[in-house]
């Protein structure tokens, strides 16, 4: 028996010898992709900004309240005043590398600072909604809410919470409507979004047994 086993083991650390090679080929050659992508996308020249999705920050759409003497509210508005003058996009969907092959990497420093004023803006609208949330100020926090919705916001938590707050309401409809909106949002976060929105039973109305 001492053969065929010593033969066995000898053919099973061939192809594993022949499947590391195989392998490490292949981690080697997808390096050697990227690293060729990256330079030849070092080498694109500038491109014009004109075909990016802007958000324009629209605060009359949402429950400012300037007479507030709640100092987080307070700072939560007066971030968003501050993120009003500001240029804002949703570039999370992007590599780098992707952002120069499209703009050129003379546009990436702008571009970066374009998607960080979006993730800005929706982590501010999240914060403000939750808090009012907490306060029992239900109607301004679906105001809030439904403007990040409005923006495509990637926040998971964000659409989370609206969802909540229609189920609670047998508001279904509501829940359905802001599941569409998800799909339009162009981040990685979408598809889990919308997961959570379409997978969970909590979020349809329950079938009534006689």
Not at 154 to 173: P, Q
Request: net charge negative; proline share 3%.
């Amino acid at each position: 028996m001492f053969f065929p086993i010593f033969t066995t083991i000898l053919i099973v650390f061939g192809l594993f010898s022949v499947y590391m090679k195989t392998s490490n080929k292949k981690i080697q050659n997808s390096g050697e992709d990227l690293w060729k992508r990256e330079l030849e996308a070092n080498r694109v020249r500038r491109r014009p900004l004109d075909d990016l999705n802007m958000v324009k920050l629209d605060l009359s759409a949402l429950p400012i309240d300037e007479d507030t003497d709640d100092e987080e509210i307070r700072d939560y508005q007066d971030k968003l005043k501050v993120l009003e003058k500001k240029e804002i996009s949703n570039l999370s969907d992007y590599t780098n590398t992707d952002l120069k092959f499209k703009y050129g990497p003379a546009n990436l420093e702008k571009l970066t600072e374009l998607d960080q004023n979006f993730m800005e803006l929706v982590r501010v609208l999240y914060q403000w909604a939750h808090y009012m949330y907490e306060k029992g100020e239900k109607e301004k926090c679906i105001r809030i809410l439904e403007y990040g919705v409005s923006i495509h916001t990637d926040v998971k938590a964000h659409y989370k919470l609206l969802a909540d707050i229609y189920a609670a309401d047998f508001d279904f409809e509501a829940i359905k409507r802001i599941t569409e909106e998800a799909k339009k949002t162009e981040s990685p976060t979408r598809d889990s979004i919308v997961e959570m929105l379409e997978s969970t039973d909590y979020f349809r109305p329950q079938e009534v047994h006689l």
